[in-house]
């Protein structure tokens, strides 16, 4: 999943949980933070610095989000701080529900086949629009335009229907509630579209040998 997904998925979940009863409520950031900086590490660890063979390691399982959120906790002495880093790095996975090593490093995988050079991909990006050139082929590999838009469209809906504070004016209720169907109805789209297909080869990768 691209960023304006996750961003979304980290949202929900962080308003879901201020949402509930008798809880203190917790800041966005570091769900915003998990939202991004997961594929940042893991993607520069495996193209670049090569210390793994496949892009979702590092920060793409449970034992970074526990320990990630207790480390910041500490760190900064603000619980809600960690919980919220936890949420986001979860909501992190349900984005990459395709493939994602949840208890690495402690259960072995066999890890994928890596297609892309993704970070390699984005620098070559930089490097064209910069030069106002045409983007290469390594550059146009890593980008997929329609559903990048369809992850807008569900960021949009998402900080529409939960983020009601930065407006002058409060969103009527009925407006806040059809952003938030229009937002799901984008996330189930995704997933039927992308995600299942992808996630019935990695079963079959698995299965079939």
Same mark, same amino acid.
């Given at each position: 999943?691209?960023?304006?997904?996750?961003?979304?998925?980290?949202?929900?979940?962080?308003?879901?949980?201020?949402?509930?009863?008798?809880?203190?409520?917790?800041?966005?950031?570091?769900?915003?933070?998990?939202?991004?900086?997961?594929?940042?590490?893991?993607?520069?660890?495996?193209?670049?610095?090569?210390?793994?063979?496949?892009?979702?390691?590092?920060?793409?399982?449970?034992?970074?989000?526990?320990?990630?959120?207790?480390? $910041? !906790?500490?760190?900064?002495?603000?619980?809600?701080?960690?919980?919220?880093? #936890? /949420?986001? &790095?979860? =909501?992190?996975?349900?984005?990459?529900?395709?493939?994602?090593?949840?208890?690495?490093?402690?259960?072995?995988?066999?890890?994928?086949?890596?297609?892309?050079?993704?970070?390699?991909?984005?620098?070559?990006?930089?490097?064209?629009?910069?030069?106002?050139?045409?983007?290469?082929? $390594? !550059?146009?590999?890593?980008?997929?335009?329609?559903?990048?838009?369809?992850? #807008? /469209?569900? &960021?949009? =809906?998402?900080?529409?229907?939960?983020?009601?504070?930065?407006?002058?004016?409060?969103?009527?209720?009925?407006?806040?509630?059809?952003?938030?169907?229009?937002?799901?109805?984008?996330?189930?789209?995704?997933?039927?579209?992308?995600?299942?297909?992808?996630?019935?080869?990695?079963?079959?990768?698995?299965?079939?040998?």
């Amino acid at each position: 999943m691209y960023p304006p997904g996750h961003l979304a998925i980290n949202g929900l979940f962080v308003a879901a949980y201020n949402a509930l009863p008798n809880v203190r409520s917790i800041p966005l950031w570091p769900a915003v933070v998990a939202a991004i900086l997961p594929d940042i590490t893991d993607k520069v660890a495996t193209d670049f610095l090569h210390w793994m063979p496949y892009g979702r390691n590092y920060l793409h399982n449970l034992t970074a989000a526990v320990a990630g959120g207790i480390i $910041l !906790a500490l760190l900064l002495r603000s619980r809600g701080a960690g919980i919220s880093w #936890c /949420i986001g &790095l979860i =909501g992190h996975l349900v984005g990459d529900f395709v493939f994602v090593p949840l208890f690495w490093p402690w259960v072995g995988y066999e890890w994928p086949d890596e297609y892309r050079n993704i970070a390699a991909g984005v620098v070559q990006t930089v490097t064209d629009v910069a030069g106002g050139h045409p983007l290469s082929e $390594l !550059a146009a590999s890593v980008w997929h335009f329609r559903r990048i838009g369809v992850e #807008c /469209i569900m &960021l949009g =809906g998402m900080f529409h229907a939960l983020q009601p504070w930065v407006m002058k004016h409060r969103i009527p209720f009925w407006t806040r509630v059809t952003a938030m169907l229009f937002a799901l109805a984008a996330w189930g789209y995704i997933v039927v579209e992308w995600e299942y297909p992808a996630f019935l080869n990695y079963v079959q990768f698995y299965t079939i040998k």
